[in-house]
């Protein structure tokens, strides 16, 4: 007698096959020997009796589905994910962690391409590395140089770490009241240091308020018979500020009253005003 199986897909017939079988016997019909030709389906195994005459079973076919299940070792996980054989499944959102950066989806220790499909139960492993930041300094002819302290890497700081490093100022420029931030936060200084505490992001250190120390000069005054030089109020010879001016009176003796002194500084000749030389 003739067995004829009929493949159905939804509310059609894709794949029929004829088998001569005796009367009485059994029979498994399954998708090793009745091989369903359009990918991504299939159908559970049935076994039959043969009856004495011919017979027609009818096979509905269903989608195969693989599960899709995520893993990882931190981080709020995904759902597994139901797909239908031969699709792609949906790339989830990123997981996140604390002061961890996902480096992305893994299977089998390559990077996972969400375009591929499915053909197969798989597990797809989430990956991670330490967050690790960057402490920008100052650099170039500041006035002060930076110096990181022993144990601690300008290039490498880990998420949570503190930093520390040292401003020194050059010699003529230590009288400079300055101030020294870190992503614009004004840090304090302990025991000659500085600390960015528990870095979370880059950061980018600032040095404000640098400048030259004041220059001072000396004006060397002449002793001499016949004069005496009297320095004005509020001036010291020993100590003139940068672009500032010095005044001073030339005062003669008794018995040199009638002199007409010629004062000069370097080789230039100074006209008194009010008696006063400046």
Not at 249 to 266: A, E, H, M
Request: net charge negative; hydrophobic share 30%; proline share 5%.
């Amino acid at each position: 007698h003739t067995l004829t199986v009929n493949l159905w897909i939804e509310k059609r017939i894709v794949k029929t096959y004829t088998r001569t079988l005796e009367t009485g016997e059994q029979h498994v019909i399954d998708t090793s020997s009745y091989p369903v030709e359009t990918e991504g389906w299939t159908f559970e195994p049935v076994t039959i009796t043969m009856p004495s005459r011919d017979y027609t079973e009818d096979i509905h076919c269903h989608p195969v589905t693989y599960t899709v299940t995520f893993m990882s070792r931190t981080g709020a996980m995904p759902s597994p994910v139901e797909v239908r054989g031969g699709a792609t499944v949906k790339q989830p959102d990123d997981p996140t962690a604390t002061g961890q950066k996902f480096l992305g989806w893994f299977l089998n220790g390559n990077k996972y391409d969400f375009s591929s499909p499915v053909n197969s139960d798989i597990t797809l492993e989430a990956r991670w590395e330490l967050m690790i930041f960057k402490v920008v300094l100052p650099t170039g002819n500041l006035g002060y140089t930076v110096d990181v302290e022993p144990g601690y890497d300008k290039d490498k700081v880990y998420y949570e770490e503190d930093f520390r490093f040292k401003v020194t100022l050059n010699e003529s420029y230590n009288q400079s009241d300055f101030v020294v931030k870190s992503n614009d936060v004004v840090l304090a200084l302990t025991d000659g240091v500085y600390t960015i505490d528990c870095i979370t992001s880059d950061q980018t250190v600032t040095v404000s308020g640098v400048t030259p120390n004041m220059q001072f000069f000396k004006v060397i005054l002449p002793r001499g018979n016949g004069y005496s030089i009297a320095v004005e109020s509020g001036y010291d010879a020993s100590r003139v500020m940068y672009d500032g001016d010095f005044r001073f009176k030339v005062v003669l003796g008794s018995s040199y009253s009638q002199s007409s002194p010629v004062v000069k500084v370097g080789n230039t000749t100074l006209t008194p005003e009010g008696g006063v030389y400046t």
